[in-house]
């Protein structure tokens, strides 16, 4: 790479672009731009004036205004005209025959990360390292100031960055990746008016997810804990295998980890890791005091109920369901009540839901899942015109009158402020009730 100046790599970057019609004056990409210019070069903006100057004096190069992609207002974007093409294919030709792909000069996705990392300043392959953490685009202005337009960006200041860049950084700096995910981690939590864009859940969790990746488990467990419902509907590989790293959650938050852990790997249909971490929430006691303990066991079976009949193993289901009626947990029960709904056993998901009494409203998990699970329980009934259920409180009509579904569903869908919101639209959309939640 070091056969090759910064003007010689700009004359490559822009023959890339050859083919463009120099007469288009909108969606010109923006790696015309001097700004994209420099980002794609790995080089400071005023670099890249310089370097466009000599261009423009050897008269390399056409500069004009265009409307550029993404952007609101004109920019310069710079062409090669004819003897710029001619400049630029002869160190074409010159990169052909010392056998060096072009793409290893111009693309982060083909350079090797320590090659790349090597020709950086300590900030700049921080700010890379940082921006390559995150998993969505984030606004430029969140990094900490560095000396060259090293992170890939589009006009509006946002990141660019391809996934298998950001797989190729982090995996080759194990090390400084925990400190760039906590970076991140920080940013979530900090910079609300620059990542506004995202919703507070979606925030919520990718904190966690970077807190985990950070080594920074106990806070992950305890932010698991304050809001447990709102990371229940995560079906993200990625997130469920940076929770698996917290092996060993501190005892105040080690049944609400677990717990979603199923959930999620139940919601991936991953269910080695659902049936594995029900088993060990099943066996899970955490004292409260000298007198107080709270269990796992009635959850822990309920998701290995959910886990068993959602293989087609419904003997291997029903060895749990008995305990789990037995038990004082709500959200055990609704657990059970949603795999009962879905084999059809709808007198006994009534029972279970019925059985339930006076959840406190802090329970925002319960709450939601009471009312949820009572609205698809009577969607179901009222579609399946074999269905033959006995009277109980959460079965008013058979089939149910629109009005009392209406009211379920909205119920559920007002008493959680998460993900949860989500599901109950999509249950109701389902259903026919298309425009209930616009």
């Known amino acids: 790479m070091t056969d090759f100046t910064i003007g010689e790599r700009l004359l490559l970057h822009l023959y890339r672009y050859r083919s463009l019609d120099q007469n288009e004056i909108y969606n010109i990409p923006w790696e015309l731009t001097q700004d994209g210019i420099a980002t794609t070069l790995c080089i400071s903006r005023a670099h890249a004036s310089l370097e466009l100057k000599k261009l423009r004096n050897k008269e390399r190069i056409t500069e004009y205004q265009a409307h550029v992609k993404g952007g609101k207002v004109k920019r310069y974007v710079y062409y090669l005209n004819p003897e710029g093409l001619r400049a630029a294919a002869e160190v074409q030709d010159k990169a052909d025959k010392a056998g060096i792909d072009v793409r290893t000069l111009l693309d982060l996705k083909s350079q090797n990360p320590l090659d790349a990392m090597d020709r950086m300043t300590d900030k700049d392959k921080r700010a890379l390292g940082c921006a390559c953490a995150f998993r969505v685009p984030v606004p430029l202005d969140i990094f900490e100031p560095h000396e060259r337009s090293i992170i890939p960006a589009d006009a509006s200041g946002t990141t660019v960055i391809h996934k298998d860049v ?11 990746s925990r400190s760039w995910h906590s970076f991140a981690a920080d940013q979530w939590l900090e910079n609300y008016t620059d990542l506004r864009g995202y919703d507070e859940a979606f925030r919520h969790s990718e904190r966690i997810y970077h807190l985990l990746m950070a080594g920074r488990k106990s806070e992950a467990c305890r932010a698991i804990s304050a809001d447990v419902y709102s990371l229940m509907y995560i079906d993200d590989r990625e997130f469920l295998d940076a929770l698996l790293t917290a092996t060993t959650p501190p005892e105040k938050n080690i049944l609400d980890v677990l717990a979603l852990t199923c959930e999620i790997a139940i919601n991936l249909a991953d269910y080695k890791v659902a049936r594995e971490t029900a088993e060990r929430l099943a066996g899970t006691i955490v004292f409260e005091g000298t007198d107080d303990e709270l269990r796992g066991d009635a959850d822990g079976y309920a998701y290995l109920a959910e886990t068993y009949m959602l293989r087609g193993l419904r003997d291997e289901a029903e060895k749990y369901m008995r305990p789990i009626l037995d038990s004082n947990s709500a959200l055990a029960k609704l657990t059970l009540a949603d795999v009962l709904i879905d084999m059809k056993e709808y007198d006994m998901a009534a029972k279970a839901i019925d059985d339930i009494k006076d959840i406190p409203r802090s329970n925002a998990v319960a709450v939601f899942r009471k009312y949820y699970e009572t609205a698809k329980l009577n969607l179901m009934i009222r579609g399946d015109k074999d269905a033959s259920v006995g009277v109980w409180d959460c079965v008013p009509e058979n089939p149910p009158s629109d009005s009392y579904l209406v009211k379920m569903l909205e119920k559920a869908y007002s008493s959680i402020d998460g993900r949860g919101k989500a599901l109950v639209k999509s249950l109701a ?10």
């Open 166 to 176: 950001r797989s190729k950084f982090l995996n080759a700096f194990p090390e400084e």
């Open 429 to 438: 959309k389902d259903n026919g009730y298309r425009d209930l939640f616009k």
